[in-house]
């Protein structure tokens, strides 16, 4: 179902924040790009320019490396106390909850998702982010160690460890959940005592940098945050590279995600955290609910138009159930009202981009073409923006591309099974890992098949339900270690052993 009727205009500070000139943050002032260049900004609902930014490249990326380098050597960032640094971020929290009008309209505008999912879900999930990450500043202990050290008999020893900040870190975000993605790489970074070079997605610039203003707003040391906009191949490649970065965390494709790795062993073997795709099985044990589970079904594919690494794009339903199941599922997608993000009944948006809606499209042919058949859905959606149809495949094979690659769109695969040990073969039969999914009324079931999926989230009952205190990452090529959580407080400190010889 498409949206015909006008989508309303946007608040007027929006207005003021899209007409106004877009630089980069850099040591706490915004500077323009060295080379002088700009790029554009689109609404992906309608193609329109709304807004440009500065085009950073590699010696923006060397700039705002030395600011975050001094401000972690020197200066006021190191020497504040945890809890004043838990207090920034507080601030940065209620800041960013003031304004949530104003970023949930920027996100609907730049990336294409309904304005009311980024006030209800991208834009709180930020602000909790940045309060859980408030609250552990104070709370990153060490231990202490009894040790032996037999080649010293009678010696005696105080030993203990210190969690200390990992130094500069490069981080390199998507455009998916632009704000949020910001948040879940800067909350960690900030509350361990890091300073950032932040890499925002080209495709959707304008969140980072209004967080950009509010950083400066809620009192951060200058320095402490760099906000470059940029390209991926030249300025993300440059953050990616630079030997004075002592890690570097990114979200993104799996085909970038191991030029990132090749970028940090070849320059100064830099730390690397990784948030990959996905292609998460959701399976429906016959006993399930069925009432919540073809529901639940559709959210795990069509929520943020399928533009999720952890979409539940593999749908795996019982022979005896296949076909209530997905005509539950097809019905509940032909229902989505797809529109512009700002439109008020708005419950599907764009895809991001020209390029995105193509990739989508493209993978949607091959599919075709090898026999799929699209129950509802299928093709592009004719307009100004970059809207697909929300889409249900049947008859597919195990070799097709639409069952083994990420398509981040909103596209399921649906696979019938037969035997429950045959099925949790083939839901973990992908080169990813990053979620999964189970459907039963046998909560023990329901447990012993978590167990069993090889990836970083499984929900029981449940999809797509994310919170600050519960890690978020992947196994096998869905990446390197994990968002959120205290494992983010970890993978943003390192350890230092202290021993002391009492005399
Ligand atoms: P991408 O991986 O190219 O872009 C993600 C970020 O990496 C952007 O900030 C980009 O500027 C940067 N980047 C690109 N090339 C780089 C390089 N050589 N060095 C350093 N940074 C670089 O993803 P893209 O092209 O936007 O989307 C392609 C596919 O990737 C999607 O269709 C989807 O399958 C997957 N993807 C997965 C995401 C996730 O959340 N895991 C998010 C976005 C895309
Ligand atoms: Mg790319």
Not at 68 to 90: N, V
Not at 164 to 179: A, D
Not at 188 to 205: H, I, N, Q, S, Y
Request: hydrophobic share 45%; charged share 20%; glycine share 10%.
């Amino acid at each position: 179902m498409f949206l015909t009727s006008a989508a309303p205009s946007c608040l007027s500070k929006t207005q003021a924040f899209l007409d106004r000139e877009h630089k980069l943050l850099i040591d706490g002032e915004w500077v323009s790009a060295q080379s002088g260049k700009m790029f554009e900004v689109k609404n992906p609902a309608t193609g329109e320019v709304i807004s440009s930014v500065a085009e950073g490249d590699a010696a923006d990326i060397n700039s705002a490396v030395a600011a975050a380098r001094r401000a972690f050597e020197g200066g006021e960032w190191p020497s504040l106390t945890a809890s004043q640094r838990g207090k920034l971020l507080w601030k940065l929290a209620d800041l960013l909850e003031e304004n949530l009008a104003e970023f949930a309209e920027l996100e609907s505008l730049d990336n294409g998702k309904p304005r009311a999912v980024a006030a209800a879900a991208d834009v709180p999930l930020a602000v909790d982010l940045f309060r859980y990450m408030a609250g552990w500043t104070t709370k990153i202990e060490g231990t202490t160690i009894p040790i032996s050290v037999p080649y010293m008999p009678g010696a005696e020893f105080h030993s203990y460890t210190l969690r200390e900040p990992v130094g500069v870190v490069g981080q390199i975000i998507p455009w998916n959940f632009p704000l949020l993605m910001a948040a879940w790489k800067l909350g960690p970074a900030l509350a361990t005592g890091c300073t950032v070079v932040l890499k925002v997605a080209e495709e959707t610039p304008l969140t980072a940098l209004r967080l950009g203003e509010l950083i400066r707003e809620a009192g951060f040391p200058n320095g402490v945050v760099n906000i470059i906009t940029g390209f991926g191949e030249t300025a993300g490649a440059a953050l990616a590279a630079h030997p004075d970065v002592d890690k570097v965390a990114f979200t993104g494709s799996t085909e970038v995600g191991k030029l990132i790795v090749k970028a940090a062993g070849e320059s100064n073997l830099k730390k690397v955290t990784l948030e990959l795709g996905g292609k998460s099985p959701n399976i429906i044990l016959p006993d399930a609910d069925l009432a919540a589970a073809i529901p639940g079904a559709a959210n795990a594919i069509f929520f943020n138009h399928g533009q999720c690494c952890c979409a539940g794009s593999r749908l795996f339903v019982h022979k005896s159930q296949f076909d209530e199941v997905i005509d539950g599922v097809s019905k509940q997608a032909a229902a989505i009202q797809v529109g512009p993000g700002m439109h008020p009944d708005c419950q599907m948006g764009p895809m991001v981009s020209q390029i995105q809606q193509d990739r989508v499209c493209s993978y949607l042919d091959s599919g075709l073409k090898q026999g799929a058949e699209a129950v509802v859905g299928g093709k592009r959606v004719n307009g100004g923006g970059y809207f697909v149809e929300p889409t249900v495949l049947v008859n597919t094979q195990p070799n097709m591309q639409v069952i083994q690659e990420e398509i981040f769109g909103p596209v399921v695969a649906a696979i019938a099974y037969e035997d429950v040990e045959q099925l949790v073969s083939d839901a973990n039969d992908s080169i990813y890992g990053l979620a999964a999914a189970v459907w039963t009324r046998d909560i023990s079931k329901g447990h012993q098949i978590a167990r069993r999926m090889r990836a970083g989230s499984v929900w029981v009952n449940c999809y797509n339900v994310f919170d600050a205190a519960l890690p978020f990452g992947g196994y096998k090529q869905s990446g390197w270690g994990r968002e959120m959580g205290y494992e983010a407080i970890n993978l943003y400190t390192e350890t230092k052993a202290v021993t002391v010889q009492l005399q």
